[in-house]
């Protein structure tokens, strides 16, 4: 009797703790909504989107955030360009070919790069890439590729853990196989294994997609937050989240309203990679 009386509770439990996240998506979903489309109504869909200007305070204001939105895919298209081919190889080093006393201090450091906060990464930025990509480069030093580079270094925890657990899970009868038929060691990782892991790697990329979109202070110490269009990987740009984070303290009414639709804007383009990645995800599969 008592055995069932405690399932009961720790499926009601259970039960409540399953709600609890899908009332806090809703509230989230409705919030932004409720305070982001009257904004952008009041703006102008086109203007909003599309404008290239953005000056709160000007008379009449303007709230043009294409600038950011293309700084936004930039840089996030840069640290995808650097982090994922590192991320993945590493992933596929550790899983097949790392030695047992070098992974021992290996994994433990993947893992802790996780956990660096990322106002320590910024300043990481703002001290160490900053510097050398002035001097190797040109310019300033805080521009799009400052900011790919460390946030393709910040995604790498995401990509090479998820890509390792995904190689790792694949059955080894596949390498097994790969072997009886004559292929050599390397050949049945990359050919034989790793394909029979693209879900799980696929994965990794979309969460890593997410991490550096979504990134905030760190951009914000190394990108020069310049409201403009982007006029080449050596000068600096805002995103879409360095824009709420910088004017959300002191913006009031239309100006509050237009960085909460920016907010929407951005909740729109996650919403849409995970449903490229559904997609891809049954096109592999």
Not at 90 to 106: E, G, H, N, R, S
Not at 124 to 149: C, D, K, N, Q
Not at 229 to 249: D, F, Q, Y
């Amino acid at each position: 009797m008592k055995t069932k009386f405690f399932e009961k509770l720790m499926e009601i439990i259970f039960f409540i703790s399953a709600c609890a996240s899908i009332v806090s998506v809703i509230l989230i979903c409705y919030f932004m909504f409720a305070n982001g489309i009257p904004a952008i109504g009041k703006i102008g869909i086109f203007n909003f989107l599309l404008g290239k200007d953005w000056s709160p305070s000007n008379i009449p204001p303007s709230f043009g955030i294409f600038p950011m939105i293309v700084g936004s895919i930039y840089v996030t298209a840069g640290a995808i360009v650097l982090g994922v081919p590192i991320g993945i190889l590493t992933a596929i080093y550790l899983a097949k070919f790392c030695p047992k006393q070098v992974y021992k201090f290996l994994k433990p450091a993947i893992n802790l790069m996780a956990g660096i906060p990322s106002i320590i990464y910024g300043f990481f930025g703002l001290v160490v890439l900053v510097p050398l990509t002035r001097e190797l480069f040109g310019g300033t030093g805080s521009s799009i590729l400052t900011a790919s580079i460390l946030l393709g270094i910040m995604i790498l925890p995401t990509i090479i853990g998820l890509s390792e657990a995904a190689i790792k899970s694949v059955p080894s009868s596949y390498y097994e196989g790969a072997i009886a038929l004559g292929a050599t060691h390397e050949y049945s990782i990359f050919f034989a294994m790793l394909p029979a892991a693209k879900s799980g790697i696929l994965s990794s990329i979309v969460l890593g997609i997410g991490r550096a979109i979504g990134e905030t202070m760190a951009v914000i110490m190394v990108a020069g937050n310049q409201a403009r269009m982007p006029k080449g990987l050596l000068k600096g740009v805002r995103t879409l989240t360095a824009n709420i984070v910088i004017e959300m303290g002191y913006a009031a009414e239309l100006h509050r309203e237009a960085l909460i639709a920016t907010g929407v804007v951005l909740f729109v383009f996650i919403l849409l990679i995970n449903g490229l990645f559904s997609v891809l995800k049954r096109k592999v599969a």
